[in-house]
């Protein structure tokens, strides 16, 4: 079925495909009819029901899984609906396929899992039984619809888990670059962990588990697509780049519009996401295609994530942003 055409502003800057497009990237897709290895799916785009897929996946291939699974309430995506069911039903889904990926996962894997307020509670007693539970991120979701009766929903939840003690951790990789509000100095006078530019005081934090600048994607963002749940990049590469190296596996079963693999590809990782929707698979090649001329993710620059709004100090740091380079030939460890 053809997308919809939509009227536009001149300004927007969603991605869409015309039928044209559609036709050639489909034709990049994959589908499994059984077990794969590694060499067939890693870097491709597999149009499947992740829940059949599963069993076919190769064993300790994946170093870090992303899942935006659909949370637990009656939402329509493209032509496919989720219904909202009881809190004991979703938490049965959810162990129904996550269990499934324990076998896939490296013994130094780690995991991420998106909810809201509905799902959090059953995707933490999941999580628990299967992984090493490290933390619950609550990143601001800054779009959304008021409330009369209630308090406007505007966070959302990602639960980071481990397969072990033995994981990867970044921490250099992903601190932010936030406005100095009470700039301290020492007995000399100097700045105290901070520094001033011509744009500004500014310091260097370690990343927390409350993250309030990121910004869902939206019609004059180059990223924005129509996919309804679709997460920023900038958020996928906080957590690339924090919980895998280069050259490592990043697997994503609900790829959606393919923010996991663009940004695996960007940040010079390796990926395999799974969509059942066919459509939304085609955007994701599209958006890879993108990929290769600009790896740009908003609100990353210089190798520094930055607040929200400081789009003019980002601007002074893009000379020293490095190229993407190109993956070197993927090389299996033996586990």
């Known amino acids: 079925m053809a997308e919809k055409r939509k009227m536009r502003a001149p300004r927007n800057r969603t991605i869409t495909l015309t039928e044209s497009e559609r036709q050639f990237y489909r034709s990049r897709l994959i589908q499994l009819s059984g077990p794969a290895t590694l060499q067939e799916i890693v870097d491709r785009t597999i149009c499947h029901d992740a829940f059949e897929l599963i069993d076919w996946l190769p064993d300790r291939s994946v170093d870090l899984l992303f899942a935006d699974p659909p949370y637990n309430l009656s939402k329509s995506f493209n032509n496919r609906s989720f219904d909202q069911m009881s809190l004991s039903e979703y938490e049965q889904w959810l162990e129904s396929w996550l269990k499934k990926l324990v076998r896939v996962l490296k013994p130094t894997a780690s995991i991420y899992i ?15 039984r299967l992984f090493i539970v490290r933390n619950r991120i609550t990143w601001e979701r800054e779009k959304g619809r008021g409330a009369k009766t209630n308090w406007k929903n505007c966070s959302e939840d990602i639960w ?6 033995d994981y990867t951790f ?62 920023p990049e900038k958020m996928l590469a906080r957590i690339i780049l924090a919980s895998s190296n280069e050259s490592d596996v990043v697997l994503d079963p609900f790829l959606g519009s393919g923010t996991t693999s663009v940004v695996a590809k960007k940040l010079r990782r390796h990926h395999i996401g799974i969509e059942v929707d066919e459509f939304y698979c085609c955007l994701a090649e599209r ?21 929200r709004n400081t789009l003019a100090n980002q601007k002074n740091h893009e000379q020293s942003k490095p190229r993407a380079k190109n993956l070197q030939p993927l090389l299996f460890r033996a586990e």
């Open 170 to 231: 970044n921490v250099e990789d992903v601190k932010l670059k936030r406005r100095v509000i009470a700039p301290y100095t020492d007995r000399k006078g100097e700045p105290k962990d901070w520094n001033e530019s011509d744009n500004g005081r500014f310091r260097l934090t370690h990343p927390s588990n409350t993250w309030t600048d990121l910004t869902v994607p939206f019609w004059s963002m180059p990223e924005n697509t129509d996919h309804p749940t679709q997460k």
């Open 114 to 128: 998106c909810g809201d307020w509905r799902s959090s509670t059953a995707i933490h007693r999941v999580v628990d």
């Open 287 to 307: 958006r890879l295609d993108m990929a290769k001329e600009d790896q740009t993710i908003q609100g990353y620059t210089g190798g520094v994530f930055w607040e």
């Open 160 to 165: 980071f888990c481990t397969v072990s003690n």
